[in-house]
């Protein structure tokens, strides 16, 4: 429970999350590690080792995948703190700036790439650098790339060994809310998630049109193309090259290591790297971030020499697995889950770094007003709200009320005020594990892995949100019925 007297000082701070990318990834990020590797490919086959030769990733014989639940990246040896785990050159990665020929619309890009004006409409639409890297993607399987790069047949090989190690793409495609039906959305019972998905929606429907235009006229080009694909097999397509895209890519900036900014950040897919798994840097202890990544090696207007590199947080002990953080398109939960298509996992009770923003928060709906919440503050809106219903609350005892009323007229977090927000906390907690109505959905649908997927994560993200208002309404009757101090 929290400090009372810690709990008054946070209720009156304000609490509107930073949406703001820094240094971290905006849109992309790295991994979803709880997806599934393409049926008949076995981890325990995979040699990173091999795959960071043909890469030019050093160091290439310290890092393995693991094969037991979640897939994730190893250490075979120890690494120090503020020792490189990873380092793979830029040049190795796929670039959003660098689009394969057969796609020409990088002049008519207009997505905002402005780090201090960047909004949630851009953090999640697919356009721009999302389909520069998706055809890319695409150009893998078309076989059709023109660049020359040195030990191109290495590179070559690397990428087609990487893509063989991708999701399943049936499953990335239920992973992720933009492809989900009204059920499982409305499921969710989150309102933040609907609009993500709603301003997502038309985006990638953009981008789709446009990859899907251009993919045609290069199909159509090939001379041995000697069947004409569906035009909805390859909107799927572009679709899944999307999905790769907005689950794996990274942003970096291009700085110097002064921090003189040369230009626009650069959104990158890198392979090894995008492996790597999420956890906070906002939490100590035991399944925290014990990594970070950042771009060196780089000079003004010039990354040829540029590598991706992942140093350690911490000391890494052997077989532990590397873990950095995805920033914040992973935080609130439903904004992981809507950019990267898994829920983590809080630890509500973990130590938190000093003055760090809180990791997850939940929404809560009060007459008629939407607020979000995290365990330790309230907003300044909410304790006015439910000052101005806790007058009006005709059950509240006459006397105690008598004690706190200038308080209340001035709309402060007074006990009453703090109980009837936790009333009011406690019940959404409660609606939110209440079983919905399965609609018209067939019976036979919950044997579709994929639907079983969608599911499972809506789930996940009402859970998540319960144990969020739980703690919070909790803090909150700690506040109403304070533990008597102890006398000396």
Not at 50 to 60: D, T
Not at 102 to 130: K, M, Q, V
Not at 167 to 194: F, M, N, Q, Y
Request: charged share 30%; net charge negative.
């Amino acid at each position: 429970m929290a400090p009372i007297k810690k709990f008054v000082k946070a209720a009156f701070t304000a609490t509107a999350p930073n949406y703001q990318s820094t240094s971290k990834p905006g849109s992309g990020g790295s991994s979803i590690g709880s997806t599934s590797l393409q049926s008949g490919l076995d981890v325990a086959s995979v040699s990173l080792e091999e795959m960071c030769g043909l890469f030019k990733a050093e160091p290439a014989d310290n890092l393995y995948l693991t094969s037991n639940g979640e897939r994730g990246v190893c250490l075979y040896k120890p690494v120090k703190k503020g020792d490189v785990v990873l380092s793979i050159p830029i040049s190795s990665c796929f670039r959003d700036d660098e689009p394969p020929r057969w796609y020409e619309h990088l002049e008519n890009d207009e997505t905002n790439e402005d780090e201090h004006d960047i909004t949630d409409y851009e953090r999640y639409s697919p356009s721009g650098w999302a389909s520069r890297l998706a055809a890319s993607v695409l150009d893998l399987e078309l076989n059709n790339s023109e660049g020359e790069v040195q030990n191109e047949n290495d590179l070559k090989k690397g990428r087609e060994m990487w893509q063989s190690m991708l999701p399943d793409d049936d499953i990335l495609r239920a992973s992720l809310p933009v492809h989900w039906g009204e059920e499982i959305v409305g499921s969710t019972k989150c309102t933040a998630l609907e609009l993500a998905i709603d301003s997502a929606y038309f985006a990638r429907a953009t981008a789709v049109f446009t990859l899907t235009d251009e993919l045609k006229q290069v199909l159509e080009d090939k001379k041995d193309q000697k069947e004409e694909i569906a035009t909805a097999d390859l909107e799927r397509k572009c679709h899944d090259a999307l999905d790769i895209v907005q689950t794996r890519a990274c942003r970096v900036e291009r700085a110097t290591e002064d921090g003189a900014q040369w230009g626009p950040p650069l959104r990158i897919l890198a392979p090894i790297f995008d492996f790597i798994n999420h956890a906070s840097s906002r939490t100590t202890g035991q399944g925290s971030a014990n990594a970070e990544f950042g771009v060196e090696n780089e000079h003004m207007c010039d990354m040829h020499e540029a590598k991706l590199v992942v140093r350690a947080l911490r000391d890494i002990d052997e077989g532990e697995e590397v873990l950095i953080d995805y920033g914040d398109s992973a935080r609130p939960a439903w904004r992981c889950l809507t950019s990267y298509g898994f829920v983590p996992d809080y630890d509500l009770n973990a130590d938190t770094n000093d003055e760090e923003p809180i990791e997850n928060m939940a929404e809560l709906w009060m007459n008629g007003l939407r607020f979000d919440v995290d365990p330790n503050s309230v907003p300044y809106d909410l304790v006015e709200v439910a000052a101005a219903q806790t007058m009006l609350d005709y059950s509240v005892d006459e006397e105690e009320f008598a004690k706190e009323e200038e308080e209340i007229e001035n709309g402060m977090l007074t006990p009453l005020v703090a109980r009837t927000i936790a009333d009011r906390a406690t019940e959404a907690a409660v609606n939110l594990v209440i079983e919905t109505e399965e609609g018209d959905s067939e019976e036979d649908v919950w044997d579709k892995a994929e639907f079983v997927q969608a599911a499972s994560l809506a789930n996940r993200l009402r859970w998540s949100q319960h144990e969020v208002l739980m703690k919070f309404a909790k803090n909150l009757r700690g506040l109403c019925n304070p533990e008597p101090e102890e006398e000396d």
